[in-house]
């Protein structure tokens, strides 16, 4: 059964859909945002080797054509450098304002993907198709999308909404434990920041969760995308209780620029890392 979470933001309202092999069904979930059979995905080529062929075959279904640009895996692809070769790529492959780009990967390649969507042509749609848990419950919704800069995280880039995200839970399954665990500082965070039925569900079930019972990841990663909907359509551009979203990512920041944004410290890491300094630093400050 396919899960339905509405971001609601008025004409740029989307939809965040959650299930178990929903890559196997992605093409029929994008056929109707097309003006054209056409669409071109840029990924990792880690996720590409992994996934890549279930998707094209669910677009193939469709008889939607399509083209792939798999860039190398990690934070150092959220560069000016890979932002140029998307966006040189996604001209070459003759995307118009009224195509669709498809982001396929975890986080860098959402935020990458959706940042040159955002600017080529002065803006075109794009899918989300987050495939690690840290995109799945946070960065491919919300529309937050950039690269960073050697001045720091994130600081160059766009609010631009996707007009789609698909969560297929059981990708989830391809991460490492480090990935997943990494992922699940973001879940935490949201126990931490507002809701305490959650943390203590989550206390609860987190073993069985990371040990792969993938109803419980689907209620984990359902729970925490409704949560930041809410949020984001209270507070799109961040001018208040966006903020929240932000918990143990000052820390984290700081951690992720001392290690070179490297696969030091992942992202996930640093958030995890990050709230539990400042939940001391809360403590300290009484
Ligand atoms: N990841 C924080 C936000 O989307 O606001």
């Known amino acids: 059964m396919i899960e339905t979470v509405p971001v609601a933001l008025g004409t740029r309202s989307y939809d965040v859909k959650l299930a178990a092999g929903l890559l196997s069904e992605a093409g029929a979930h994008i056929a109707p945002l097309l003006k054209r059979p056409k669409v071109a995905i840029v990924s990792d080529a880690h996720v590409a080797s992994l996934h890549l062929d279930a998707l094209t075959k669910s677009l193939d279904a469709q008889g939607i054509s399509h083209s792939n640009l798999s860039l190398p895996q990690g934070e150092s692809t959220k560069s000016w450098a890979h932002l140029q070769d998307v966006v040189h790529w996604l001209l070459s ?58 001045h720091g995280k994130n600081l160059i880039g766009a609010f631009h909404q996707p007009s789609l995200v698909l969560a297929d839970i059981s990708v989830l399954g391809t991460l490492t434990e480090r990935d997943f665990l990494a ?28 040990a792969g019972d993938e109803a419980l990841r ?35 920041h700081a951690l992720e620029a001392a290690t070179g944004y490297s696969d030091r410290l992942l992202h996930g890491e640093g958030v995890a890392i990050g709230c539990a300094l400042a939940f001391e630093t809360s403590a300290r400050l009484g």
């Not at 699940?184 to 569900?201: I, P, Q, T």
Request: charged share 20%; net charge negative.
């Open 93 to 150: 492959e003759q995307i118009e304002r009224a195509d669709v780009v498809i982001a396929f990967g975890g986080g860098v390649i959402g935020d990458l993907v959706g940042f040159a969507a955002s600017i080529l042509r002065r803006g075109v749609r794009f899918v989300q198709i987050p495939t690690s848990l840290l995109a799945q419950v946070d960065s491919s919704v919300g529309g937050k999308t950039g690269i960073n800069a050697p």
């Open 183 to 210: 992922g699940y500082g973001e879940v935490a965070k949201y126990g931490l920041l507002g809701d305490a039925a959650f943390f203590d569900w989550l206390e609860a079930n987190g073993p069985a969760l990371a």
């Open 218 to 252: 689907l209620a984990a990663v359902k729970h925490s995308v409704a949560m930041k909907a809410g949020i984001v359509s209270r507070d799109e551009t961040e001018q208040g209780e966006r903020a929240l979203l932000n918990l143990g990512h000052t820390f984290c």
